[in-house]
């Protein structure tokens, strides 16, 4: 029996799929949902890449400019990470969040051995969307690592997701 699901989120469109998911086994098999969300270097959306480019003479402007930037990114995902669990106890599924800092594999294997979960939801593929690619790395890491099972969300999936939580809000 479930009863501790970790969702892991990162910032891409496939996100907001793999939440809906999460969400519709947690209600139908009335179990807790933690949800996960790691600050990695490389995440798309992170404020790095402008950085990058700066000119290597305003050195300390740009790093001040990046921790302003950083703590922005990190602010406004506690802020979504709350809209989640808010949004999962409006569909009477206990939920908390949490958003840690690391390798998002090491980090979501981790949090899965720490919390005890008893399954992982996730997207098959992040933010590289490379068509050749079967998984990403951190989905394949954590398939292969993780003392649970995983539930793959694929991109396939967009379309029927919105049919599944139609029918898990419908079968209240």
Not at 83 to 101: D, F, K, M, T
Not at 114 to 125: C, F, I, N
Not at 127 to 146: C, I
């Amino acid at each position: 029996m479930l009863k501790k699901i970790l969702v892991a989120l990162d910032d891409s469109a496939m996100s907001a799929i793999v939440l809906e998911q999460a969400l519709a086994i947690a209600r139908a098999m009335n179990a807790h949902l933690m949800i996960l969300h790691v600050l990695a270097v490389d995440e798309a959306g992170l404020p790095l890449e402008k950085f990058l480019k700066a000119d290597q003479s305003m050195s300390f402007q740009v790093g001040q400019k990046f921790q302003q930037a950083w703590q922005t990114y990190q602010t406004e995902w506690e802020t979504r990470l709350q809209s989640y669990v808010q949004q999962a106890s409006a569909l009477g599924v206990p939920a908390e969040a949490s958003q840690s800092y690391g390798n998002p594999g090491h980090v979501i294997c981790d949090w899965v051995w720490a919390w005890k979960a008893d399954l992982v939801v996730m997207g098959r593929q992040g933010q590289s969307q490379l068509p050749g690619w079967m998984m990403g790395s951190v989905s394949a890491y954590v398939t292969q690592h993780a003392s649970c099972s995983v539930f793959l969300v694929s991109a396939a999936q967009k379309q029927e997701s919105t049919e599944i939580r139609d029918r898990a809000l419908t079968e209240v």
